[in-house]
């Protein structure tokens, strides 16, 4: 039988075990795989990177529960900043802070403006019982007395 072009390889010698002497144990076939050879210097030389991450497995009875990890700096200065907003908020919504002050202070002056202003309306409203109706039509009244007037001094120039 001819071997093909694969004649380092073992691909024309193969030894299939038949079921009575896998049964028997008595296989010609290996039972373990071979070790990889290393080429060049890699079986003499160990070399370990140092970059490289060994996962670390461990236990549950190895873990340590009392140990806290440590913020890097970027998270420690998030976690600042986001208490720091959290107690000017609190400041805030006490009214102690600068900006509380003066807010407080404009709301009062504003609802003091619209307390005079509706005294005025309702003054304005006891002392004319007119409505806005009548004054619409002595407008129109007088928009009329005045075209009509206008009208007569045009004939009177023409006549």
């Not at 050879?37 to 991450?53: A, Y």
């Not at 420690?76 to 720091?84: H, N």
């Not at 600068?98 to 006891?126: F, G, H, N, P, T």
């Not at 409505?131 to 002595?138: A, H, P, W, Y």
């Amino acid at each position: 039988m001819g071997r093909g072009k694969f004649k380092g390889k073992p691909t024309g010698q193969r030894h299939f075990s038949t079921p009575e002497q896998m049964l028997a144990g008595t296989s010609t076939r290996p039972r373990t795989f071979k070790r990889q050879k290393r080429k060049g210097t890699q079986g003499i030389i160990e070399i370990e990177n140092p970059n490289l991450v060994k996962a670390k497995n461990l236990k549950a009875r190895d873990v340590d529960t009392g140990k806290t990890t440590e913020l890097s700096r970027r998270e420690r200065e998030e976690l600042e900043k986001q208490r720091a907003h959290e107690r000017y908020m609190r400041l805030q919504e006490q009214g102690k802070t600068e900006q509380a002050r003066k807010d407080l202070e404009r709301l009062s002056l504003i609802r003091q403006q619209r307390e005079e202003a509706a005294k005025k309306r309702e003054e304005e409203k006891a002392g004319k019982p007119r409505s806005r109706r009548k004054q619409n039509l002595g407008n129109d009244h007088r928009r009329k007395v005045s075209t009509i007037s206008a009208l007569h001094n045009v004939l009177e120039r023409t006549c």
